[in-house]
């Protein structure tokens, strides 16, 4: 399994994932810049995600949406804030309504995701933070470790496809 480590901290407002790919950065970058292949992983496998639109540039906004096994859709949305190809990326994640307008009842997490050569492969660090504890503990209530992990954990089959 990919996912070595998952870590939540409330008091800084951070859940931080780490995970360990048998694949360069390069290839890994590769899958999170084409909306094909990330829609594979985004979402935990009972929960497949569609990207309408996606692009690895600072300032640019990715909409998807994810299915559940009942056929009932979740939006979200990213705005892209850093982008270093292929070390990584930043951006903001946030829920959305069925026009991917943003949803203001639920927390946007700020996002930073390092890709780092590991010998012959690519050690991944995920960090997830928040405007507030309660923000962070309401998507931890909604399953947000077990969600991300599921879908990273998926990454390595992509990877070697």
């Not at 996912?3 to 800084?12: E, F, N, R």
């Not at 935990?44 to 096994?69: E, I």
């Amino acid at each position: 399994m990919p996912v070595i480590d998952v870590t939540k901290d409330l008091d800084h407002r951070r859940l931080t994932i780490t995970a360990r790919f048998a694949a360069p950065p390069q290839r890994v970058w590769a899958l999170y810049a084409d909306p094909r292949q990330l829609e594979r992983v985004w979402g935990p496998p009972t929960y497949p995600a569609t990207f309408v639109d996606h692009s690895l540039t600072v300032g640019a906004r990715s909409t998807y949406y994810m299915t559940s096994p009942d056929g009932e859709k979740f939006a979200g949305w990213w705005l892209i804030t850093a982008v270093d190809e292929p070390a990584g990326f930043a951006f903001d994640d946030g829920f959305a309504d069925a026009d991917f307008n943003p949803n203001p009842d639920l927390p946007v997490s700020h996002n930073v995701y390092t890709f780092t050569a590991d010998g012959e492969g690519t050690l991944a660090t995920f960090v997830s933070s928040y405007d507030t504890a309660e923000g962070l503990q309401q998507v931890v209530e909604m399953g947000i470790e077990e969600g991300a992990t599921l879908a990273i954990n998926q990454i390595d089959d992509l990877l070697a496809s």
